[in-house]
């Protein structure tokens, strides 16, 4: 007679309320070598159980827009690095992170991924991949450089039509666009008009008018829709699909509906500053409104109704946080030119890793405005498979990734920086309270956060390398 196999699991997650994109069921879930296994009811026993029993269990987060120890042409610098960053992302029940190798113009693209390996390598708690920034795209990069990069796993990168050391001009987006297509690769576009902001801006300071408030002024609705309105145009030149980042109203959206209704390949992304916070929020006292400067600028209550109907109804595919972390408090930071500075000279940018879950939960699918399943797509499902790690991330299902997060619904949480774990000095969404939060947090099988606290060492994280983008959502 043979051995007796052994039936047992490394680890079964027991009796919990299972939500993917797709389906609401009841389950347990077995894990063996940091892979889910089993789906099923009465599991075998597992060498370590985890009782779910009252609890919801959701895909670990992908969080696919958010910057970590990126550098900068201005003299800031960001708060949080691969340690930091994403350890805050794990409490916030966040298992996947996908920040920015950014290419200084002038530098090879080469030489920006091998620096940004330095700046994450034996750093980080969760697993990670990179976008690219595309900043000079010159014949060596878009003929040599960016193919290769693209079959060694970097499937995305960014391109900006504002930002003097970022910008490309439509010809390069064009020939961006045109490399994306033939290489099977997805750009994302942070779609402002340059011109119209700095003509602004430069109205608004001969005019005194510097505080942080007039930041919005600087970068109304009307910039972002027409950038939006180009860049889809230049993609549709091309036949190719495209992804705006962090949009945040009414303007831009209706151009990106208009296309997906003409069939093209647009998709959108959005993020908490769009749906929380108002232009108001910059015209605070002295200087603290430049806490909220981000890009584009939160707008009005009619802006953030619109952002919700577009979560509902499909024009938005992914939910991130544009984590950009600088400290207000801080001569590399907000007051890098010191409290009297023009808001053109305030960096731009909020923190958001750690709430973006949290915050879309709460007022997402407690006050009814959009469903669990839409939460899981947004927030996991989407962004894991736009950019190339589906199924492996993103989703609930034999064989994934163990990457879970187990929510207590009913657990009220006023946040407050104190208790976030971000190295930035302030939160956007202070004294804010929120119905429901991740209180145990699984990557690759392995508990990592539980009720608070950090369980696992800080360098098991994993670079992942990228598939062909999924286009078909």
């Not at 696919?64 to 201005?74: I, K, L, M």
């Not at 020939?175 to 109205?203: C, P, Q």
């Not at 731009?348 to 709430?355: A, L, M, Q, S």
């Amino acid at each position: 007679m043979g051995a007796k196999m052994s039936t047992e699991f490394d680890l079964v997650i027991r009796g919990g309320r299972i939500a993917t994109a797709s389906d609401i069921f009841n389950a347990d879930i077995g894990i063996c070598g940091g892979k889910i296994v089993a789906l099923g009811l009465g599991l075998a026993k597992g060498q370590d159980e985890i009782d779910a029993n009252g609890r919801l269990v959701l895909p670990g987060g992908v969080d696919a827009h958010c910057h970590f120890d990126q550098p900068t042409s201005d003299g800031s610098v960001m708060a949080d690095d691969f340690e930091s960053g994403p350890r805050s992302a794990a409490f916030g029940g966040t298992t996947t992170v996908i920040p920015f190798a950014c290419q200084k113009k002038g530098q090879s693209l080469r030489a920006a991924v091998d620096d940004y390996h330095n700046r994450a390598n034996g750093k980080s708690v969760i697993d990670y991949a990179f976008h690219l920034i595309v900043t000079d795209p010159t014949p060596q990069v878009l003929g040599q450089e960016l193919p290769a990069l693209i079959r060694e796993g970097y499937t995305s990168f960014k391109i900006y039509t504002t930002y003097d050391d970022l910008k490309l001009n439509d010809r390069e987006i064009i020939e961006v666009f045109a490399l994306a297509k033939r290489e099977g690769a997805l750009t994302m576009v942070h779609a402002e008009n340059s011109d119209a902001i700095a003509w602004l801006t430069e109205a608004l300071e001969r005019a005194g008018q510097t505080a942080p408030r007039h930041h919005a002024d600087a970068r109304p609705a009307i910039a972002e829709r027409e950038a939006t309105h180009r860049a889809i145009s230049l993609a549709e030149i091309v036949d190719v699909a495209m992804l705006v980042v962090h949009v945040s109203g009414g303007e831009a959206m209706d151009q990106i509906a208009a296309a997906r209704a003409k069939g093209l390949k647009v998709f959108a992304e959005t993020c908490p500053q769009y749906i929380l916070l108002t232009a108001d929020d910059l015209d605070l006292d002295g200087f603290e409104g430049a806490k909220h400067i981000c890009s584009p600028p939160p707008r009005d209550t009619a802006s953030q109704d619109s952002v919700w109907r577009g979560l509902a109804n499909g024009t938005f595919q992914v939910f991130s946080s544009d984590h950009a972390p600088f400290k207000f408090d801080s001569d590399t930071g907000k007051k890098l030119r010191g409290e009297g500075a023009s808001f053109a000279h305030v960096p731009n940018g909020i923190p958001g890793v750690e709430t973006r879950l949290p915050l879309l939960f709460s007022e997402g699918v407690g006050k009814g405005r959009i469903s669990l399943n839409q939460f899981v797509a947004l927030t996991a499902t989407n962004p894991a498979r736009l950019y190339g790690l589906y199924p492996r991330k993103g989703t609930i299902a034999v064989g994934a990734d163990a990457d879970l997060a187990i929510w207590n619904t009913e657990h009220k949480v006023t946040i407050t920086n104190d208790a976030l774990h971000h190295n930035v000095d302030y939160t956007p969404y202070e004294g804010r309270t929120v119905i429901g939060w991740p209180e145990t947090v699984l990557s690759r099988g392995e508990v990592i956060v539980q009720n608070g606290v950090l369980m696992a060492t800080m360098a098991r994280g994993q670079f992942l390398e990228c598939d062909t983008p999924d286009l078909l959502l």
